[in-house]
C-alpha cells in the first residue's frame, strides 16, 4: 500500500514538472513587459480587445456566451493566438510616443468585422485634421490637443492582413444511422467592438 502510494506521488510530481517546463518553454518573450521599475522616459503599452456585439437578429433560439467565439486577426510573421500587446509593442519601436506631459493616455478604436471578413475600424475619440495632422479632443483641458499617438494605433490596426469573423455554435439536428443527433453547427455573424490600447509610464503589474 505505501509503495503504491508513493509511486503516485513520485508520478504526480513528474508531471506537474513536466507542465510547468512546457509552459515556460512556449511563452515568447518579443514585445512582453516584464519591468519592476519605471525607466525614465520609458512609456509602456498594453492593449485589450473586447468584441461583444454580434448580430444574431437572422438566428433562431437562445446564443449563451460560451456558443460565441470572438475574432481574431491573422497577422503574417505574428503568431496564432494574436496577441495585441505584442503587436502595438512591436509596431511603436519605430515611432515616438509622447504623451503630452501626462502619465498615461488611453486610445480607444471601435473595430467592426462583419460575417464574410470586411473590416470597418474607427477611432472613437473627437478628432479633427489640423493642416495634416489629427488632434484629438482633451476632455480635461476642454481643448483639441495634436496627437499622432491615436493615427498611429488606427494606422497600425489596418495593417492587419486579415480578420477571420466572429461565429457562434449552434446545435442542428440531423441523422447517423437513422437516429436523430445533434452536431455542432458554426455560423459566422457580424460582431462589433474595441481595442483599447493604453499608453503609460507606468509598468503594468
Not at 486577426?73 to 515611432?95: A, I, S
Amino acid at each position: 500500500m505505501n509503495f503504491s502510494i508513493r509511486i503516485s506521488f513520485i508520478f504526480l510530481f513528474v508531471l506537474l514538472a513536466g507542465l510547468s517546463f512546457s509552459q515556460k518553454d512556449t511563452v515568447s518573450k518579443r514585445g512582453t513587459i516584464k519591468v519592476a521599475k519605471a525607466k525614465d522616459g520609458e512609456v509602456y503599452i498594453k492593449a485589450i480587445p473586447n468584441f461583444n456585439k454580434y448580430n444574431l437578429s437572422e438566428l433562431r433560439g437562445d446564443v449563451t456566451n460560451d456558443s460565441k467565439f470572438q475574432p481574431f486577426p491573422v497577422v503574417e510573421g505574428y503568431p496564432y493566438p494574436f496577441n495585441y500587446t505584442r503587436y502595438f509593442n512591436d509596431c511603436f519601436t519605430t515611432k515616438e510616443i509622447d504623451l503630452k506631459g501626462k502619465s498615461a493616455d488611453t486610445v480607444v478604436m471601435e473595430v467592426i468585422i462583419l460575417e464574410g471578413g470586411k473590416v470597418y475600424i474607427k477611432d472613437q475619440s473627437k478628432t479633427i485634421i489640423v493642416k495634416g495632422v489629427p488632434a484629438v479632443f482633451n476632455e480635461k483641458a476642454n481643448a483639441y490637443e495634436l496627437n499622432n499617438l491615436h493615427l498611429n494605433c488606427l494606422n497600425f490596426l489596418k495593417k492587419i492582413d486579415k480578420w477571420i469573423p466572429g461565429y457562434v455554435i449552434l446545435p442542428k439536428k440531423g441523422k447517423f444511422k437513422g437516429e436523430v443527433v445533434i452536431r455542432p453547427n458554426k455560423k459566422n455573424v457580424d460582431v462589433t467592438g474595441t481595442v483599447t490600447i493604453i499608453f503609460s509610464s507606468i509598468p503594468f503589474e
